[in-house]
């Protein structure tokens, strides 16, 4: 099937990859020339495990291509994907002007049926502003779906290639028609594809975001309790994850959910909410919780100093929002370095991806090592904020030779608690006791 993709961002780039992969052609479109480049040599602009193998491939087997001429790749097109941003406008609603510039540009270029999708995560009624849009620039009949994206960072591929549930939104025959030949190779084991109209399509990408991050949340207050009546999180967790209403998965407490989807959208929920004069209480009770969660490890550390950072050295592992990611979009270690650093302390980083990023934004406030040991060097204390897989089993009597003293402030639960008493650290996780 012949396919254009408006957007090389995460979602567009790993849409348009994945559905040349299963053998449809796919041109993917982006307005930024040097990245069209790039990504024409087989270079991604992200770090994302097992892209890079599946664009090379695909762009050599002919399949895949990269322009930024947006009337080359819609002309022939039957589906054309909007996979463009939807920042957070002024007043923390998404902002539509890339979805709908494209849409009107599109509108003024076609000349045969296409199914216009869009993936980029949209508040609910978008598909009608698309569909207006078409109305007013084009003769030509079209059908606009919603069909939201659930991949996640680091597992991109597995998620697109193997998805729990496709979501459809449309009520045009012909439209589910051409969807379903699209994704049938991607349900073969059984998973379904859900048909619905385009607004509670909409609404599920926003619902199914929000709903996990009040998961996260939940379980960051917890912990908070637990240190504070002496219980265990990890028994907690352990135990009522047991439950299949409950479910094992998304219940790990930490420093907060980051990353470029989850803040946002609880955010543009609860705006379209109280756009519709609906008060959204969980959802504000939820980013206030993210919020003082991405502080608590910093009060604990002045609790520890007697409020004495100054002149302190902290060593940090992980800077990413999450593991397998260069991405630090509102990962909780910016704030945790900006409140570091405006106490006095210095630090030194290790991250096995995100290191470029975060010098790119932060530049010589932060010094970086070479390797997750040497950032230990004479420090005071090594902060734990990312699970990388590499940190997790540590050379504990390297860790405590090169630390100045040894403790370990951990923000992701890395460590066993008998585990760290044996090497002699003193340890501090979350909603485990210190
Ligand atoms: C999230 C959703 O999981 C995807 O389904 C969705 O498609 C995507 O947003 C999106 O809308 O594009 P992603 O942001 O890549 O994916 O990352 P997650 O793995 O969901 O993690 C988000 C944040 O929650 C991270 O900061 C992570 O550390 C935190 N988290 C996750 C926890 O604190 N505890 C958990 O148990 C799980």
């Not at 998973?191 to 960051?220: G, Q, V």
């Not at 543009?268 to 009770?285: G, H, P, Q, V």
């Not at 100054?310 to 800077?319: D, E, H, Q, S």
């Not at 995100?354 to 932060?362: G, R």
Request: proline share 4%; charged share 25%; hydrophobic share 40%.
């Amino acid at each position: 099937m012949k396919i254009a993709v408006i957007g090389t961002g995460y979602v567009g780039l790993v849409t348009g990859t994945c559905l040349a992969e299963t053998g449809n052609n796919v041109t993917c479109v982006d307005i930024n020339q040097q990245k069209v480049e790039m990504l024409r040599k087989g270079e991604s602009p992200i770090y994302e495990p097992g892209l890079q193998t599946l664009l090379h491939r695909n762009i050599a087997e002919g399949r895949l291509s990269f322009t930024s001429n947006l009337s080359e790749a819609v002309e022939d097109a039957v589906v054309i994907f909007l996979a463009l941003p939807t920042p957070p406008g002024g007043d923390g609603s998404a902002d539509l002007s890339y979805v709908l510039g494209a849409s009107r540009d599109i509108a003024l270029m076609i000349s045969s049926y296409k199914v216009i999708v869009t993936k980029s995560t949209v508040p609910v009624g978008t598909a009608d502003k698309v569909k207006a849009i078409f109305e007013q620039y084009s003769d030509i009949e079209v059908a606009v779906v919603s069909n939201p994206e659930f991949l996640r960072e680091g597992v991109a591929i597995e998620d697109f290639m193997k998805p729990d549930r496709i979501v459809i939104g449309t009520t045009d025959d012909r439209a589910k028609k051409i969807l379903t030949e699209l994704y049938t190779p991607y349900v073969r084991q059984g998973n379904p594809i859900i048909f619905m109209d385009e607004r509670s399509s909409e609404l599920t990408k926003y619902a199914a975001n929000s709903f996990l991050a009040t998961k996260i949340s939940f379980m960051n207050e917890v912990a908070n309790l637990c240190e504070r009546v002496g219980a265990n999180v990890d028994m907690v967790r352990l135990g009522i994850g047991a439950d299949e209403r409950i479910g094992k998965r998304f219940l790990f407490s930490g420093i907060g959910y980051g990353g470029s989807c989850f803040p946002k959208d609880v955010q543009a929920l609860a705006k379209s909410a109280e756009e519709s004069t609906y008060d959204f209480k969980i959802l504000n009770a939820v980013m206030e919780v993210n919020a003082i969660q991405k502080t608590v490890l910093v009060d604990k550390l002045n609790k520890y100093y007697n409020g004495d950072l100054n002149g302190k050295t902290f060593a940090l592992w992980g800077l990413a929002f999450k593991p397998e990611t260069d991405d630090i979009r509102e990962a909780p270690a910016l704030e945790i370095i900006d409140a570091l650093l405006q106490q006095g302390a210095a630090v030194v980083a290790y991250d096995p991806e995100a290191m470029p990023n975060v010098k790119a934004l932060l530049g010589e406030k932060v010094a970086f090592a070479d390797n997750q040991y040497d950032a230990l060097s004479g420090a005071d204390a090594l902060l734990v904020l990312t699970e990388w897989s590499v940190f997790r089993n540590p050379d504990f009597a390297r860790v405590g030779a090169l630390l100045k003293s040894k403790v370990i402030f951990d923000g992701r639960n890395l460590f066993g608690l008998e585990q760290m008493v044996d090497h002699g650290f003193y340890y501090n996780s979350v909603g485990r006791k210190a």
